[in-house]
């Protein structure tokens, strides 16, 4: 099973998929990130949705997850609640399966309670192998990863 996971930005995408039928098997596959170019709020949302919809076309995915807006306050949480709303409803016309995960859902489908043991399970994960703690497509490639059996 080939699933993409998409980590949204106020005005950016980061995006990894990951390939195969369990955690224990996959291999990560390909990753990126975009930025919108300047422009009114409409411009970005509408560069976002044009992401979107190619990065389906070029991936090809089964399943679909999104790692939406999780804390902070004002116009970056409204500007980035805006950004998961695009891609949510993009991927629903599209008919994509597709999960929202906020961070704690991804560490409770990999067993973890704490940030400890989510660091363990991940360790243990063959695909998170040689990807930097501070990459763009970590955090995608593990979200990506927990939509596939242990």
Known sequence: ???LAVRTYRNRLSWATVDGASRAT?????????????????????WVRQEVTALVDEQAP??????????GSGNALTERSQVDGVVIE???ARNMPTRIKKSATIRSNFG????????TAVAAVPAVEGIPR???RREPTI???SELPA
Do not use: I, W
Not at 112 to 119: D, L, Q
């Open 62 to 71: 089964d399943a679909v997850v999104v790692c939406p807006a999780e804390g």
């Open 1 to 3: 099973m080939k699933v």
């Open 112 to 119: 973890a309670r704490s940030a400890n043991a989510f660091a």
């Open 143 to 145: 979200a990506a990863l």
């Open 90 to 92: 993009e991927l629903h």
């Open 134 to 136: 501070t990459a763009a």
């Open 26 to 46: 996959a291999a990560a596959g390909a990753h990126g990130s975009a930025t919108a170019p300047q422009g009114e709020r409409g411009e970005t949302l509408s």
